[in-house]
């Protein structure tokens, strides 16, 4: 089976949660969270849970594990923390937990990233791996970041990438 017949019998719509990670951010000015829950809305696919935490290790691992107990989810989006300040703990804190980790994401994301910001790229850490047949998806928090993410990586492959994670 060939790269788009994969795709043909992929998901074209899941469940989905997001979590915003900032020390700074509320639901009034969390445009990257918006941007998300709207791309992921207006792509057919159902936003199930959205919320907002500190940049604190034990609440990012037990808001996941919430997550990943929920049967009904497929994709979870996590949206900040994913630099290299002491404050950015995103990457430490799902790293240990991914069953498998998706290089190529990282990879790919840093390249747009370098297309539009050069050099700058070289401080994302985002990264997507699969835990319990599910997508996690660490982004940076800034809205081109999120923006560039949603429109040329996620979007396009939410629907293989859940095909193959729950394989």
């Known amino acids: 089976m060939g790269y788009e017949e994969h795709k043909h019998h992929s998901p074209t719509n899941v469940n989905c949660a997001v979590v915003i990670v900032s020390d700074s951010r509320t639901e009034k000015d969390d445009l990257s969270g918006d941007f998300i829950v709207k791309s992921l809305k207006d792509s057919g696919h159902k936003v199930l849970s959205r919320c907002i935490l500190k940049n604190e290790a034990g609440s990012v691992r037990s808001r996941l594990n919430e997550l990943l107990g929920d049967d009904s989810l497929r994709v979870i989006i996590i949206s ?4 290299i300040s002491h404050r950015d703990i995103t990457v430490e804190t799902v790293s240990p937990m991914l069953d498998k ?9 840093r390249f747009l990233t370098y297309q539009q910001i050069k050099t700058g790229s070289v401080l994302s850490r985002s990264m997507a791996g ?16 999120v923006t560039l993410a949603m429109e040329q990586i996620i979007l396009p492959e939410m629907g293989h990438m859940v095909r193959e994670a729950t394989r």
């Open 101 to 109: 980790k998706m290089d190529g994401f990282g990879e790919l994301f």
């Open 80 to 83: 900040g923390g994913t630099g």
């Open 130 to 145: 699969v835990i319990n047949s599910k997508l996690v998806i660490c982004l940076p928090g800034s809205l081109g970041a």
